[in-house]
DNA sequence: CTTGGAATGTCAACAACGCTGACTTAAACT
DNA sequence: AGTTTAAGTCAGCGTTGTTGACATTCCAAG
């Protein structure tokens, strides 16, 4: 089978990780823990009209308060009319507010509704619980890796906003 | 903000890694970098007739041929009418080929053909290619920490089903 | 040998959520 | 005044997930 091939033999120090069998291995890895990481909010989700669209437009909004649909269109990485619709029933549903800007008046900021907030914190306290459990079990120094590796695997453009959300933060 | 508030005292060694903001940056991180992690075979697929669900479906085929269907259920965690359609056009298109159980001729046992193979090939070339790079950028002990939270994120089911590939690899 | 249940496949209908393309409105910039 | 920008909307389409109902095939237990 293809992916048993033997690489480039290692120079010097190990590069054992890089070898085709353990890149297949990072990769399913990143496929089954993606689905741990979205189950618990799925869950609470398909009992409301809601799916993950909604918890990621929650999401950022509740992290970045009075982010305009431009902002979060770039930070989604989705078309507007895609966004629309999701922030449409969530406008409708009272669980998200948009205001007219104050300098320019094109733009809309987005806010959470104190019921928006209730969402939010129930969503991200179930996926927080399992990322917490998670982390506790590997260790601080596991959390460190995996926080390195995870930058360096995500496109530049979405390491800026990351980071950007990072330094807005604490 | 509701994620700004602080958590109990870190009791003798550091903690810090479990405050709230350490564990939304790392479920930011997780989504973000997931976007980099399907890009490049999204982009391959996104010419043809085929999606994300075609290539989980060849990606897993070949890594365990002779698979049956139940089998490759248990594992992409979708229903069988999901995965029938995504396989009748992959067995239409002759990319993957279906034969009778010997044993238990109610089972189909799935395997690539050759040209099955090529698109695997191509596909996960792209996606290893990444991963590569991610892997060498952060250095082997941030991918042993990558790997250990990425299966201490999993559901017991699919950290079952992780391990099981594991040891049938190399 | 018949029957119950398991594995598979298929049809229909639906929902979520991506996409493109075309178009409007309002405001800002030049 | 004319162009560009931000946002919203409508229509339509594709992939991928879901349920529910039903047929077929075949193993295995009574």
Redesign the pocket.
């Given at each position: 089978m293809a992916d048993g091939r033997m690489m480039a033999p290692p120079s010097g120090e190990s590069l054992l990780f890089l070898t085709d069998e353990h890149l297949r291995q990072g990769i399913e890895a990143m496929f089954f823990a993606y689905r741990g990481f979205t189950a618990d909010p799925d869950r609470i989700?398909a009992d409301m009209?809601?799916?993950?669209?909604?918890?990621?437009a929650i999401h950022f909004i509740n992290r970045a308060p009075g982010t305009?649909?431009?902002?979060l269109?770039n930070i989604?990485?989705?078309?507007?009319?895609?966004?629309?619709?999701?922030?449409?029933t969530l406008i409708a549903d009272g669980l998200v507010q948009?205001r007219v800007?104050r300098?320019?008046?094109?733009?809309?900021h987005l806010y959470l509704t104190d019921e928006g907030r209730a969402l939010e914190q129930k969503l991200s306290d179930a996926q927080r619980a399992r990322m917490r459990l998670a982390f506790r079990t590997a260790g601080p120094e596991a959390v460190a890796g995996f926080r390195t590796v995870l930058e360096a695997m995500m496109d530049p453009e979405m390491r800026e906003s990351f980071e950007r959300l990072r330094e807005s933060g604490p």
């Open positions: 989700l009209a809601y799916g993950r669209a909604h918890h990621r305009t649909v431009n902002n269109l989604l990485g989705v078309t507007k009319q895609s966004l629309n619709r999701v922030l449409r948009s800007g300098n320019d008046k094109r733009e809309r």
